[in-house]
């Protein structure tokens, strides 16, 4: 059967890779995000794969409700499993700041980028997600380590997501986190990622790898598989048995 797939942040890293896994599968696929050249390149690496049901972007801010609103006009009226991907730390691009203000606009700024985009895409979405269906958003192991607001915003999305599995669990819906440790091949951590620092977390892992995008997304295709359908309010960390980040 060909499922509807909603991948946000669907352009690059992640997401992209959850977007190809999906469309590789045959299931219809909308990528979403706020450029339009990254998710244009999804769209076109998923047709040149061969994907054989519809691929399409829709340009959306997820934690607008006025695009929301617009992105769901635009959705067929039954949505399978939605992908709350989009995210990121958002305090690599903060403007330097001193004082209470800046502080709360750092904090505020995680929280509108990591839970209030899938608070607000989940709740958009609500109506047209299909009984039986899966949502799966993407945590972090930052909300394990005391990683600043960044860490803080993911660990209050496995909060939420045990919350909105009970809501939609009433319709068989299950809800989980995915948790990734390092993923490479992202544009994550911008410029950021020294050598060292990537041995660093390498070093942290069990099996002395990098995760790539293509881990997450096959966690991901796995929980909203028939195989999946008894897995609900869970985090499911995919880091290679990371123990360490520091
Ligand atoms: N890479 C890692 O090591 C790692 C580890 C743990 C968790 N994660 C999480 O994994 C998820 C995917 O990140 P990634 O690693 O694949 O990095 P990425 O390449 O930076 O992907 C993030 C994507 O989200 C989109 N996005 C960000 N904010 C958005 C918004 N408000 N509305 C719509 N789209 C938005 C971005 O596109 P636009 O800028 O065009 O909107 C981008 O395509 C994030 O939630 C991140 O926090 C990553």
Redesign the pocket.
């Known amino acids: 059967m060909t499922r509807t797939v909603v991948v ?2 669907g ?5 992209r890779a959850t977007a190809l896994r999906f469309a590789a599968a045959g299931d219809d696929v909308y990528v ?4 339009p050249e ?1 998710l244009a390149e999804t769209v076109a690496l998923a047709l040149k794969a061969g994907a054989t049901g519809t691929v399409e972007s829709v340009l ?4 607008s409700a006025e695009q929301l609103r617009a992105l769901v006009a635009q959705l067929p009226d039954t949505v399978d499993v939605l992908v709350n ?5 958002t305090d690599f691009d903060a403007a330097d700041g001193e004082g209470l203000e800046a502080l709360a606009e750092t904090w505020l700024t995680n929280f509108r ?2 839970v209030l ?1 899938a608070v607000l895409t989940t709740e958009a979405l609500a109506d047209k997600l299909a009984d039986n269906g899966a949502v799966v958003s ?5 909300a394990d380590k005391g990683a600043g607001s960044y860490g803080a915003a993911k660990a209050a999305l496995a909060s939420w997501n045990v919350y909105v599995a009970g809501v939609l669990g009433e319709r068989g819906i299950t809800a989980n986190v995915v948790s ?4 490479g091949e ?3 951590f911008r410029d950021r990622m020294t050598a060292q620092r990537r041995e660093t977390l390498i070093a942290a892992t069990k099996n002395g790898r990098a995760g790539e ?1 293509d881990d997450v997304a096959e966690t991901i295709f796995f929980l909203a598989s028939p195989g999946g359908r008894h897995l609900s309010a869970q985090v499911l960390n995919v880091n290679g048995g990371a123990q360490t980040t520091r």
């Open positions: 946000t942040g352009g690059t890293g992640i997401g979403t995000g706020r450029r990254p959306c801010d997820s934690s991907n989009a995210g990121g730390n980028a990591n985009t993407i945590g972090s192991i930052a990734p440790g390092y993923i992202t544009e994550f995008p």
